[in-house]
């Protein structure tokens, strides 16, 4: 309990900090009129209380607060998110195991894995979208694959980085033992790859929320966090605000995304075997 409300108490004291170099940048560089890097006005950098204050104005003229329809939104865009991140997720582990069995398909695999990282998202997403709708699936299952485009990577890497990286002491101990690969590697080479299959997932768990988002964009998806950036982007200005907030609603995701894994890592690392012995 001590630990919780040290770790609030600094999360709060940060916020507070941020807040304080927001409002002051706002303030030094409107007073002394400073045009760099940017203007500084209402419009590329608005009040944060403005801000904040907009999620709880109607979104349109008599309707739903802003924050309702921005969290029913992004509620869609976490199942597209959530989708894609687990199959990115398995997809990344089981070829992470593959190349780290098969020095071969390594040396033949890995560079295409690498360079298709190179090729910008936005250039990948209406193809998918175009492919997968010739094929009758959702709409939003093609944003979900465009999420698991993204998060394969850094998956595939440190999985492949954990596995290498198990005691070769051990690993001679279990084969003296002759252990078969499969239990060297769910007994030895997977636990001790744990910390690094979770750091990618860290970051995967939030590149999968940026895949989603930009997904919706060439798939004219109105339901989810991708709708409402293009939404308000197009009166940004003259109500900058409503992109603003936007943001911050999809920034929340992401940073729930990544306490959802953390708080996965601090289960299951805390119970791997070589931590529980």
Known sequence: MRSAVG??????LVAALLWGFWEGYR???????????FRVDATSMPHLHDV???LWLPARYQGPRLISVLLKASAFTAKEAAVGFAMGAAAGFVLGVV???FRVL???ILPYAVASQ?????????MVVIYLGSKGLPGWFSVAVISAYLTFFPVTINTLRGLQAADRRALELMRSYAAGPWRVLWKLRVPSALPFIFAALKVSAT????????????SSIQDGLGGQILNYSQYYSTQPTGLWATNVIAAALGISFFIVILAAEKIVVRRAPENVA
């Open 7 to 12: 770790r609030g108490a600094v999360f709060v």
């Open 27 to 37: 303030w030094l560089w409107t007073r002394t009129g400073w045009t760099w890097p």
């Open 52 to 54: 904040f204050h907009a």
């Open 99 to 101: 190349l780290a069995h």
């Open 106 to 108: 390594q040396r033949g």
């Open 118 to 126: 190179t090729v910008p998202i936005l250039v990948v997403a209406p």
């Open 207 to 218: 590149a999968s929320i940026v895949g989603a988002v930009i997904g919706e964009l060439p």
